[in-house]
């Protein structure tokens, strides 16, 4: 991706939202931070932002079970359990986003 910068926030009442350069992880996503909810969903958003709709196997699993978004989600899953990641629950958050 060639943006010049990226808009990055929290999406209210959605799960996520992205496109162009913006990219939004909703608050439900981000508080429960369950390893896959925030894979799948960091994945299919950032997709969107690659230009990808709804039809693409690389936002969605297509009907019968392949698509790019379950391969990239795992190697995101592991990057969070490996503690690869920048950003993660211990050093971006504060107690009282909780």
Do not use: R, W
Request: negative net charge; aromatic residues 12%.
């Amino acid at each position: 991706m060639s943006k010049p910068f990226f808009g990055c926030g929290v999406c209210v009442n959605a799960p996520g939202f992205a496109g162009g350069s913006t990219f939004g992880l909703g608050e439900v996503i981000l508080k429960n931070y369950t390893p896959q909810e925030i894979c799948f969903t960091a994945v299919h958003e950032m997709a969107h932002m690659l230009g990808y709709s709804h039809d693409s196997n690389l936002t969605f699993l297509s009907a019968d079970g392949k698509g790019a978004v379950l391969p990239l989600a795992l190697i995101y899953q592991d990057m969070i359990s490996q503690k690869e990641l920048s950003v993660l629950k211990t050093n971006y958050y504060t107690p009282s986003d909780f």
